[in-house]
């Protein structure tokens, strides 16, 4: 239990201080920024705790307005709509969108929350082996006879920080007909040239058709998701889509954190950038140090042990020497696949690095996981 602000450097009930956060989904370390504090501070002041209303009836505030039409020029897309949280979004698209007609393709590894939202749509289901693009092209084959076809994937996947192959799939999808959706969450804010994400670091910005993300990672940390995309899919979603119709709305403090946060990376992409440069320095020393680590480039740095036993021993004793991390087992990764999942921030220190490097190796060798 956290007793400070979430950050690189955390205190924890029973007296634990000073111990060092690589777990937090904070890649850029806005969710303790100043401007994101106050921005949230204002926003409280000036338009109160909460709208006690669902946002068509009297639950649209012009930030909420505001926070949309910002997300969507940072995206360049033409829309958005905001919703609760990016589970919601996720909850809401494909029910609101695809018919019994139509198909859905999903990568076997995405998130629950799509897995979740397909679940409740009434689509013809198909699920491709993960970012295996000849099984992609077969189900797409397959998937012919239906009216329309929708491909959904994480941008990035968070438990191996691996990368989809958004280039192969969108062919994949002009050859066959198809839309593309991604699942943005860990990717918005951070990847790419300016941040935008996994579109724009494989160069497809027009050719994915929906984004799903969160306001809850990157972008402040606080809560709150989204879809942006063409304008008559997000009026679609704002008569159709249920989370969005019978849930409230994001209350003022949280929509300020997000609009601010989006301010900040749309001025600059200096913090992306050093939080990229710090991921750098964590994946080849470890590497050196001996480890495997998962995915490649990407701020999540899977560090994998194979065996659930080791990943959690190995986990607790990382803690005991002032660094916070947290071991996977099945069913959350296949079996015989745990791992310890660290996460860079741009606000860790080289310091804060290296201090992970060195206890990585000590509790690493104590436990026979290096040589
Ligand atoms: N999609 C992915 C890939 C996620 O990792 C998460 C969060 O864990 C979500 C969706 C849900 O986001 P939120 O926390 O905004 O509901």
Redesign the pocket.
Known sequence: VITSRQGPHLRLAGGGAGIINFCANNYLGLSSHPEVIRAAVEALEKFGAGLSSVRFICGTQSIHKDLEEKIARFHQREDAILYA????A?AGIFEALLTPEDAVLSDELN?A??IDGIRLCKANKYRYKHMDMQDLEAKLKEAQKHRLRLVAT?GAF?MDGDIAPLREICQLAQKYDALVFI?E??ATGFLGPNGRGTDELLGVMDKVTIINS?L?KALGGA???YTTGPKPLIDLLRQRSRPYLFSNSLPPAVVGCASKALDLLMESNAIAQSMAAKTQRFRSKMTAAGFTISGKDHPICPVMLGDARLASVMAEDMLNRGIYVIGFSYPVVPKGKARIRVQISAVHSDEDIDRCVEAFTEVGRKHGALP
């Open positions: 949280s990016c589970f919601d996720n998130h929350s799509i994480d968070s699942d969450c860990h969160t809850g809560a709150g998701g």
